[in-house]
């Protein structure tokens, strides 16, 4: 059974930061790109930042560019997003998310259909 597990949320202050984990098990994503998304109730699921399987090129949403970095360690097949400066409006469920793969190199897909497995998200919440 495939899952994907997030942990490291949380409530912080403006300015802050928390660094999210996404634990895979069932099978490895060595050759998937991994992504984040985020969702507010009653909005839409967004993307926040994806990875390609090699780790060598990342997409990032432009409300979240130069505060949060998105990394992955294939050996432990675990994927990261550290979240820097957070900001009361990054206030939402995160939700990891691995496409089935294989995809060529350097492909990072953007929109949540385009992702097979997810986890079950982690809440973060920023206080002003």
């Known amino acids: 059974q495939v899952q994907l597990v997030e942990s490291g949320g949380g409530l912080v202050q403006a300015g802050g930061s928390l660094r999210l984990s996404c634990a895979a098990s069932?099978?490895?994503?060595?050759?998937?790109?991994m992504g984040w998304f985020r969702q507010v109730t009653g909005k839409e699921r967004v993307f926040v930042a994806g990875i390609s399987w090699s780790g060598g090129r990342t997409l990032y949403a432009d409300s979240v560019k130069g505060r949060f970095t998105i990394s992955r360690d294939n050996a432990k097949n675990t994927m990261y997003l550290q979240m820097n400066s957070l900001k009361p409006e990054d206030t939402a469920v995160y939700y990891c998310?691995?496409?089935?793969?294989?995809?060529?190199?350097?492909?990072?897909?953007?929109?949540?259909?385009?992702?097979?497995?997810w986890g079950q998200g982690t809440q973060v919440t920023v206080s002003s």
């Open positions: 069932g099978r490895t994503f060595n050759n998937s790109p």
């Open positions: 998310a691995a496409d089935h793969g294989p995809l060529p190199i350097g492909v990072v897909p953007a929109a949540p259909n385009r992702y097979d497995y």
